[in-house]
């Protein structure tokens, strides 16, 4: 795990956008990063895609709103939307009390699965969120 005030699991990697991806068996799972749920703050709603739909990477297609703004969520590669986690209707706060686990956010079938090493290791997007506080 990177080292940062965050947590960033090794088993993921990340976009530049704030989302963690997992690699779980034929599909991924998607959510967003310690970071991204520290800056949102309070979690009150999540609106996910329709399963089944084709989406291409850097296509918005799940938004995320908490108190303090409301944040689309974007697809880190292309391919197809599997499954949403349907429990954060009722437990959106989830994503900030375990972003990488009960608060997973929808699963996709890759289109490439080679694209995902386009995406940033856990000390990558360290360092990226630190140029981006200025530390």
């Keep these: 795990m990177a080292e940062t005030e965050y947590q960033f ?17 034929d599909t991924i799972k998607i959510g967003i990063t310690d970071y991204a749920q520290s800056e949102l ?9 329709d399963f089944g739909r084709e989406v291409e990477e850097g296509e918005a297609f799940a938004v995320v709103e ?15 939307v599997a499954e949403g986690n349907i ?17 997973w956010i929808l699963t996709m079938t890759p289109k490439d699965p080679a694209s ?4 940033m290791s856990s000390e990558q997007y360290a360092a990226h969120v630190k140029a981006r506080a200025g530390k």
């Design 9 to 25: 699991p090794d088993d993921c990697k990340y976009t530049e956008a704030d989302e963690w991806v997992r690699v779980d068996g």
């Design 41 to 49: 703050s309070d979690i009150v709603f999540v609106e996910l895609p």
């Design 66 to 80: 908490s108190v303090k703004a409301v944040s689309d969520l974007f697809a880190p590669i292309s391919g197809t």
């Design 87 to 103: 429990d954060l209707d009722d437990h959106p706060e989830w994503i900030n009390e375990d972003p990488y686990g009960r608060g």
């Design 116 to 119: 995902l090493e386009n995406l």
